[in-house]
Structure formats: C-alpha cells, structure tokens
C-alpha cells in the first residue's frame, strides 16, 4: 500500500511559521493532485491547498496569502508553508493524493499544528 508520511507539525505562537513535509515518492505533480487538508476538533475536514498534474495550486480562502503549496519532484516531498500562523490553523493536517487526480484519495497519518495566542 502506498503511503503518505507527514511531518513538521508542532506547537508555535500566533504569528509564527511552520512547514510541513509529506513524503510522496510513489505521486508526482505531473501526473497526479496532491493536496493538504485539515481537521480541527468538532469541525468538519477542509481542504486547505491543493496543487494539479499541471502545478496548478489553488487555497482555501482562510490560508490565502499565508499557506505556500509546493512539491519537489527530485525528493518525492510535498510541503505546505505556513506563515501568520493564528489559533484557529490549529488542526490535525494531511496529506493526500490522487494519482491521475482520480476519485480515490489517499491519506496520510496526519500530522498536528497547534497555534497559541
């Protein structure tokens, strides 16, 4: 089974940055959608950004501005920067994939960003 490993998550103050990491060696931008969604407690999951087989990369109005969707093909890594932090990012975030931007999506473990005032 193919996996999506997340990393990078953790705690920083309203303001800060992060930068998550999915290891993706088995998806490719050029072929596949990869995207970064989100899932706060007693909230719905959202997606957050995503990025097409054509490097296309679309966001979720509350991230536009701040959140950076980018993939470095020669790592087999998407990455998800994430400026001006506020406590409401605070969610488990995931990574997934699409090959061919299909129907199926496949999840990662997910990885935690919490956000303190």
């Known amino acids: 089974q193919v996996q999506l490993v997340e990393s990078g998550g953790g705690s920083v103050q309203a303001g800060g940055s992060l930068r998550l990491s999915c290891e993706t060696s088995?998806?490719?931008?050029?072929?596949?959608?990869m995207s970064w969604f989100r899932q706060a407690p007693g909230k719905e999951r959202e997606g957050v950004a995503h990025i097409d087989m054509y490097g296309t990369t679309t966001y979720a109005d509350s991230v536009k501005g701040r959140f950076t969707i980018s993939q470095d093909n020669a790592k087999g890594t998407l990455y998800l920067q994430m400026n001006s932090l506020k406590p409401e990012d605070t969610a488990m975030y995931y990574c997934?994939?699409?090959?061919?931007?299909?129907?199926?999506?496949?999840w990662g473990q997910g990885t935690q960003v919490t956000v303190s005032s």
């Open positions: 088995e998806y490719t931008y050029r072929r596949d959608c």
């Open positions: 997934t994939a699409r090959r061919g931007c299909g129907a199926y999506r496949n």
